[in-house]
């Protein structure tokens, strides 16, 4: 069959595209990526030239686009990775975020009832629950947890998931959601918490972490979510949501402290700055249901993904401090530069 991976330049796109690749490899894989600041087709280089592979330039905003990628490609089945996906920076400036993350979606989703399809299946995230309290960790989010966004990029991936289900409940779209927790590992972009510690560690840099570092994420390794999806699209029931989650809540100083560790740094270079504005206190996902329907588990221990996630850094520099030498140094001026140090 044929996939289109919109998104696919991107962190877990990529990761996606390598998997199936791997994994199935009698499938052709169309890649539809706008290469934001946050796509890089550097990191497609090793598929570029596969024959099952194809790589297209362009915007999911642009309908006449889609109706031209829909006509050649007839994709069976969509998986709709695109997305401005970095909070801070939808805190800064919302206005994208609601175009591609919402307005998009509907494009896409348009085409895939002009064109017809098997599957649309929209990558969500745990952030469109809100968040717990620190002091019950009794509490998790299940598929019935209400909607409840925080941020403006919760909030414009909560837009999108209602749309998705609207699609399936009106037009009979079949359509399936996912809702992961924090991903990590390799090719994630050094404005995440995991990469710029690494980087910043790694640079001798002081290593930001906002208030007191209290605030806990629940984080999976990135191919563990691939593996999930992939499942989802095979086997997942149609109309659908599942959450994906490996049980593995941390708090934020306590990575940036075995990041320390694992580099050889000292722990004078954690800096405590300004906290984000509406800060999400906790996310924890339960993953009972994927894993009793459809047998899905994480394998990959944190100690393992993270231990493999540095060394990845270490081992590719020329790709993150390519993109930490270039007009990010803009960006981390603009978002740190300004952030007041807090006294330990
Ligand atoms: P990313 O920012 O690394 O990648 C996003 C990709 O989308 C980039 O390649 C970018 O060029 C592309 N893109 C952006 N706007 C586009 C547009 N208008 N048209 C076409 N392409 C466009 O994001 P990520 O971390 O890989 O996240 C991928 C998806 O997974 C997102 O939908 C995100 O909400 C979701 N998600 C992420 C996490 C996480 O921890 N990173 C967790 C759960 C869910
Ligand atoms: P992030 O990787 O941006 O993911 P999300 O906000 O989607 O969970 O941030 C993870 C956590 O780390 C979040 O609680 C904010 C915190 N954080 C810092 O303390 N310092 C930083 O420089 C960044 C980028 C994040």
Redesign the pocket.
Known sequence: MTILV??????????FVFYELKSHPDDRIVC?????????LETLAPVMNQPNFRFVK?????RDLLDWLFQEEHPDVVV???????VDRSIEDPD?FL???IL?TAALLDACRTHGIARFHQ?????VYGDLPLDRPDLLFTEETPIHASSP?SSS?ASADLIVMAYHRTFGLPVTVS??????GP???PE?LIPLMIANALADKPLPVYGEGLNVRDW?YVED?CKAIDLIIRQGKVGEVYN?GGHNEMRNIDIVRLICQALGKPESLITHVTDRKGHDLRYAIDPAKIHRELGWLPETSFRDGIRQTIQWYLDNKPWWEHIVNGEYQAYYEKMYGARETLKG
């Open positions: 919109t998104g696919g330049a991107g962190f877990i796109g990529s990761n539809l990526d706008k290469l934001t600041y946050a796509g890089n362009g915007d999911i905003c642009d709709h990775f695109a997305a401005e996906s970095h994208i175009r591609t993350n998009g990558v969500s995230t745990d952030e990029y991936k809702r992961c927790s924090n991903n990590y090719y994630q972009f995440k999976l979510h994906i």
